[in-house]
């Protein structure tokens, strides 16, 4: 029998979210507030992390190899911040991505095996949107959530005991057309805290932590928050 998120409330009332970025830092710049008021209502939360971070430097000295290491810690330095317990790196390399057959297939099995209510991720039809990795992680998820909600794709994995699930809501964050704003007026700072977390980042592109802060202010103002995160949600 097809497994529905009320029957699982009913066993378990723990709610899940998957929170999926393309780098180490995109969580926290799109859903970091969301995230540690969540977590403080009591929703388990994992972090899921595409690639390794390895271009992500302006210093021509820097290894792709050392620089991965680096951004893999401050992503868990940064995750303990917010009060994430469970992240998960998927490794691939920085610029490389493509909303491909594997890395859709690898979604669906982590949104299968972790049974998210609902997931976080990047909105891929934003305009002007400059990193490829982000469209690619975008397009990704929501073709990974098809497959991982009918049980007819991916056949084999009911068969090893990996059924089919369906996530309740889909959130896009720096959304083109944001149609939900999370007041984060209590967890600011925490969002903040977490992104000073990725020092690699600050140097790379100094002030942007404040730049992110002064957008959240921005969201919340214009419903009358002291700040705010914007999403486009889809109802699944």
Same mark, same amino acid.
């Given at each position: 029998?097809?497994?529905?998120?009320?029957?699982?409330?009913?066993?378990?009332?723990?709610?899940?979210?998957?929170?999926i970025?393309?780098?180490?830092?995109?969580?926290?710049?799109?859903?970091?507030?969301?995230?540690?008021?969540?977590?403080?209502?009591?929703?388990?939360?994992?972090?899921?992390?595409?690639?390794?971070?390895?271009?992500?430097?302006?210093?021509?000295?820097?290894?792709?190899?050392?620089?991965? !290491?680096?951004?893999?810690?401050?992503?868990?330095?940064a995750?303990?911040?917010?009060?994430?317990?469970?992240?998960?790196?998927?490794?691939?390399?920085?610029?490389?991505?493509a909303?491909?057959?594997?890395?859709?297939?690898?979604?669906?099995l982590?949104?299968?095996?972790?049974?998210?209510h609902?997931?976080?991720?990047?909105?891929?039809w934003?305009?002007?949107m400059?990193?490829?990795?982000?469209?690619?992680?975008?397009?990704?998820?929501?073709?990974?959530?098809?497959?991982?909600?009918?049980?007819?794709?991916?056949?084999?994995?009911?068969?090893?005991g990996?059924?089919?699930?369906?996530?309740?809501?889909?959130?896009?964050?720096?959304?083109?057309?944001?149609?939900?704003? !999370?007041?984060?007026?209590?967890?600011?700072?925490?969002?903040?805290?977490?992104?000073?977390?990725?020092?690699?980042?600050?140097?790379?592109?100094?002030?942007?932590?404040?730049?992110?802060?002064?957008?959240?202010?921005?969201?919340?103002?214009e419903?009358?928050?002291?700040?705010?995160?914007?999403?486009?949600?889809?109802?699944?």
């Amino acid at each position: 029998m097809k497994e529905t998120i009320e029957m699982t409330l009913l066993e378990n009332p723990t709610r899940r979210a998957l929170v999926i970025g393309a780098h180490p830092d995109d969580n926290e710049v799109g859903c970091g507030g969301t995230t540690a008021k969540l977590i403080q209502a009591g929703w388990d939360i994992t972090f899921l992390i595409c690639t390794n971070g390895n271009k992500g430097s302006n210093d021509p000295k820097m290894s792709s190899y050392l620089l991965a !290491e680096l951004r893999e810690i401050e992503q868990q330095v940064a995750a303990n911040v917010l009060g994430v317990q469970t992240v998960v790196f998927l490794r691939h390399n920085d610029g490389e991505l493509a909303p491909s057959p594997s890395l859709r297939f690898e979604l669906a099995l982590y949104i299968r095996h972790f049974k998210p209510h609902a997931i976080y991720t990047h909105d891929p039809w934003r305009i002007y949107m400059m990193h490829p990795d982000h469209r690619a992680v975008g397009f990704a998820v929501i073709e990974a959530i098809v497959h991982a909600r009918d049980p007819l794709f991916l056949p084999g994995l009911g068969q090893i005991g990996v059924p089919a699930w369906r996530p309740g809501a889909l959130y896009l964050w720096w959304a083109e057309h944001p149609d939900h704003v !999370e007041d984060v007026s209590s967890t600011l700072a925490q969002k903040v805290t977490a992104l000073r977390a990725h020092a690699s980042q600050e140097i790379a592109s100094p002030g942007w932590v404040e730049r992110v802060a002064q957008k959240a202010v921005e969201i919340g103002a214009e419903k009358g928050m002291v700040a705010g995160e914007a999403f486009k949600k889809i109802p699944l």
